[in-house]
């Protein structure tokens, strides 16, 4: 089914309850009220044809060179997942915006591509006030010039976030930005491993609950002298809170930089860290190794 892209209202493909609808060079995908299964596979190019749609059991591949997918569903319990199966081509951009409605929302990233030189990779969620699941696999690397970004709100209810960044290289002039919260009672876990010669940005916060928030960042960096960042922040919120930030270097001689902090906002609140973490309003504060 083609597209033409140059029509002010493209077309809209029914899908069972799904519609996908292209304007320009922004893929639509929309759900009713009832529950869906959508899974977004991404080539990594700006060509035509670059992202197909499975929906509910329906393949569907528009032939527009996408850089934006927009994902709006309705009030049902949805399970949303984008797939990079390839690497993310040089100066190519890409923005994922997934706004899912009330329900007991799924929504799964897996990164499988490096994102090359001078690429750009931009993922927003925004979840209802029930208990949503947000979980990430990425496997790729961030080439000079290239930036990631996760900005993933579970907005309120008991919200698990579960991140793994598996051998992930940052390469100088590259970034890695993630910023996990939610207003509820949260679980967040946040796992980097990988070579950090650019900018690693972490922050993991807690919502009016008590939440529990682990993260971990081993920088791999072995006789690198190339200068590379790390800034992490885990806050806690309203609640009393189990909170833990570690930052740990491979090679102790390496040029990398830390600026880390956690604090333990309000309640009676323990926190665990290594030493070159600080903290604030942990009633119980532990360095860890």
Do not use: W
Request: with cysteine; glycine share 12%; net charge negative.
């Amino acid at each position: 089914m083609n597209i033409v892209p140059h029509v002010e209202a493209l077309e809209t493909r029914c899908l069972l309850a799904c519609s996908i609808l292209a304007r320009g060079n922004v893929l639509i995908i929309r759900g009713d009220n009832t529950l869906h299964s959508i899974l977004i596979i991404d080539d990594g190019t700006a060509l035509g044809g670059n992202i197909t749609v499975r929906c509910d059991g329906q393949e569907f591949n528009p032939n527009i060179a996408a850089s934006a997918i927009r994902v709006r569903t309705g009030s049902g319990d949805d399970d949303v997942e984008y797939q990079l199966n390839r690497n993310l081509r040089t100066g190519v951009s890409r923005l994922v915006d997934v706004n899912l409605g009330e329900g007991h929302n799924a929504f799964t990233i897996t990164l499988k591509g490096d994102l090359q030189t001078g690429s750009n990779l931009a993922i927003r969620y925004r979840g209802s006030h029930l208990d949503d699941t947000i979980t990430a696999t990425i496997q790729d690397n961030v080439r000079s010039g290239a930036g990631l970004s996760l900005d993933l709100n579970g907005k309120g209810g008991r919200d698990k976030v579960d991140l793994a960044f598996i051998d992930t290289a940052i390469a100088a002039g590259a970034f890695l930005s993630v910023n996990a919260h939610g207003t509820g009672q949260d679980r967040i876990f946040i796992e980097y491993g990988g070579i950090d010669e650019g900018s690693l940005s972490v922050q993991a916060k807690g919502g009016l609950g008590s939440s529990q928030i682990l993260v971990n960042l081993d920088a791999l960096n072995s006789g690198s002298k190339l200068r590379g960042r790390v800034q992490a922040q885990v806050l806690g919120g309203a609640g009393n809170d189990n909170l833990k930030l570690s930052v740990h270097r491979l090679d102790t001689t390496s040029p990398l930089l830390v600026d880390a902090l956690v604090d333990g906002g309000l309640g009676r609140n323990l926190c665990q860290h290594t030493a070159n973490v600080h903290s604030i309003r942990c009633e119980r504060d532990f360095i860890v190794p």
